[in-house]
Each structure stands twice: as structure tokens, then as C-alpha cells.
């Protein structure tokens, strides 16, 4: 959807057209609850947020100042949502509850064409740097995804995160750091 046709939409859903929400939600519920689960690490609680961002989405459209995407907008309600409720809860995310069905279903790049063992390696290189992404902090693996995976620009990690541009560079090349090092130890591990 292009920026003219997301103002058109939220005009009209202001205008008293209120079921066009649903045309929100259906667009970008996954990507929010994929991210979320991500943060928690529990499908439950990134059900429960995703549900809240849109409910809020929905009370705020009125403030939506069309600066960035509907999609940019909504992870930062997300975002925040879950940085809030993560401090109050305390979350926090195992490894175990990352189990290889799953980590083997979010995989997006295998391709089809390669042999079987190419693609067993790509497959145990996945579900290891999955395992390394579970293991960081929930701030964390939600810059790590949304950069590498969903490729967000680093604006727009910054819009969502409300974090400064080099803040948000230092906390990826940390993470990239950290990850490296979680690597590392489980292949030292598994000798």
C-alpha cells in the first residue's frame, strides 16, 4: 500500500468508515505478532500485545501525522508496548522455548533448489544463530530481526525505537558482537 493510499484509508476510517480498520489489521498483524513473539519469546503475551497495538492504533489514527509508513508507526506501538510490559513483567526468554519445528518453519533462506546437504548445513546454521538471537536481550533481538530480517532502515528503527541514529548503530554492532560470541561458545560447546 502506497502512502497516498494509506492516508486515503485512515481518512475514510475517521470519516466514520470504521471496518476499513480491519484492512490495518489483516496487512499488518503477522509482521507485528511475529515481532513480538520475537521480544517475548511467548506467543500468549505477543498475542495479548499485538491485539493491544492495534486497539491503540485504532484510539490514536487521529494522531497518525503520516511521517513515516502505517507499517513504521504500528511496530513503534508495539515496540513500546512490549518494552513497557517487559519491564514490568520482568519477561524473559529461554532458549528452550524456541523449538526446532519453529525455528525451522521462520526460516526464509533455504531455497529449494539446493541439495539436501547444502541445505541440512543451512538449516543447523539457522537453528544455531536463531538459538544465538533467543539468547539476547528482547530490545535486541528486535534491532537484529528487524534490520537484518524484515530489512528496516536504520531510520526506521529509529522512529520506532525513539533511540538516536548512532545509538541504534552502536546497540546493532553490539549486538552483532554478542552474537558472535554466543556462537562461538555453542560451537566450543558441541566439541
Known amino acids: 500500500m502506497t502512502r497516498a493510499e494509506e492516508s486515503a484509508l485512515i481518512f475514510k476510517i475517521l470519516d466514520g468508515d470504521k471496518d476499513l480498520f480491519r484492512q ?10 511475529a515481532m513480538l513473539y520475537r521480544m517475548t519469546g511467548s506467543r500468549e503475551d505477543a498475542e495479548d500485545m499485538a491485539q493491544e497495538t492495534f486497539v491503540k492504533a485504532y484510539f490514536s489514527l487521529g494522531k497518525y501525522r503520516g511521517e ?34 519453529e525455528l525451522q518453519q521462520s526460516s526464509t533462506w533455504l531455497e529449494s533448489g539446493e541439495d539436501t546437504e547444502l541445505k541440512e548445513l543451512r ?48 546497540r546493532l554492532f553490539r549486538c552483532r558482537n554478542r552474537l558472535a560470541r554466543i556462537l562461538k561458545e555453542n560451537k566450543d560447546l558441541e566439541k
Not at 537453528?127 to 536504520?154: M, N, W
Open 123 to 170: 538449516e543447523r546454521q539457522y537453528g544455531a544463530l536463531e538459538k544465538a538471537v533467543a539468547e539476547l536481550e528482547p530490545q535486541d533481538r528486535f534491532l537484529i530481526t528487524a534490520f537484518y530480517e524484515q530489512g528496516r532502515s536504520l531510520a526506521e528503527l529509529t522512529q520506532i525505537t525513539g533511540m538516536s541514529l548512532s545509538n541504534v548503530k552502536v
Open 24 to 33: 490495518i489489521v489483516d496487512a499488518h498483524g503477522g509482521m507485528i505478532l
Open 68 to 101: 513515516s509508513s502505517i507499517s513504521t508507526w504500528l511496530y513503534s506501538i508495539a515496540y513500546h508496548l512490549a518494552v513497557s510490559s517487559m519491564r514490568k513483567k520482568r519477561l524473559t526468554v529461554s532458549r528452550e522455548k524456541f523449538t526446532d519445528k
